[in-house]
């Protein structure tokens, strides 16, 4: 795979999985790029799945970044749910569906960084339990708790019953 399809198939991916963890869209940016330029700069021959291993990159990258403002005060700043667009959808169900994105993303912003990343990978990504596990090389019985607790937070701070969340099994 060169470099460009490489860009090209996994761009959106990546952008996705910063944007969810960073929260900024000019962050998200800017790490996307440095995933990319340090994903072209590496032998990829020995790679067996590039998807997993590119947000594995991603994730390293957007965990040293929030590292590194952790201590500083952050600014709350617009963003959008980056969403696939339905042409057919009535304008009160599309309305329905992007509160319901709002909603989740900011119980998603509400968990600790660890089980957030894990249930972006598994909900937003729609990683399989193992390709989470690889990706952030970690042991998947780690990522099963780690999906379990997030849904309990995310369950818990919504105060009723979502409909995002229900029927949403992390041990599939």
Same mark, same amino acid.
């Given at each position: 795979m060169t470099d460009r399809e490489l860009f090209d198939t996994y761009r959106r991916d990546v952008y996705y999985l910063c944007h969810y963890m960073l929260h900024n869209a000019a962050d998200a940016e800017d790490i996307c790029q440095e995933v990319f330029l340090k994903a072209f700069q590496t032998d990829r021959q020995g790679v067996e799945r590039i998807k997993p291993w590119l947000l594995r990159i991603a994730v390293n990258m957007c965990k040293s970044h929030l590292d590194r403002r952790k201590r500083g005060v952050l600014k709350e700043l617009k963003h959008f749910l980056l969403e696939r667009r339905r042409d057919s959808e009535a304008a009160d169900e599309a309305l329905e569906r992007k509160e319901n994105e %709002?909603? =989740?993303? %900011?119980? %998603? @912003?509400? %968990?600790? +960084?660890?089980? @957030? =990343? +894990?249930?972006t990978l598994r909900y937003i990504h729609e990683l399989s339990l193992q390709e989470i596990a690889e990706t952030l090389n970690i042991p998947p019985g780690t990522v099963k708790s780690r999906l379990n607790r997030g849904l309990r937070q995310m369950r818990k701070e919504s105060g009723k019953n979502n409909p995002n969340l229900k029927g949403a099994e992390c041990l599939e």
């Open positions: %709002l909603e =989740t993303e %900011l119980w %998603l @912003r509400a %968990l600790p +960084v660890k089980n @957030r =990343t +894990v249930m």
